[in-house]
């Protein structure tokens, strides 16, 4: 789920003109090595590049969560 987004977010030039352009609070579907995984105050967190996103689940249920 997305939790925070920067000011540079959704300016890849692959996701200019999408309507479904991801947003905070949405569940999304990203490759198995993309981002840097941190910790900050114990909780787990995924930081990947906008161009990392594959597509967004409107059914979280259904994934297996890798972090």
């Keep these: 789920q997305i939790v925070a987004m920067g000011g540079l977010a959704n300016q890849h030039a692959r996701l200019q003109g999408e309507a479904n352009m991801p947003k905070v609070g949405d569940w999304v579907i990203y490759g198995r090595y993309a981002g840097q995984q ?3 105050r ?4 995924l930081m990947i590049n906008d161009d990392e996103v594959l597509g967004i ?3 979280p249920d259904a994934l297996k969560i890798y972090v």
């Design 38 to 40: 941190l910790s900050y």
């Design 57 to 59: 689940t409107p059914y």
């Design 42 to 45: 114990g909780i787990k967190l």
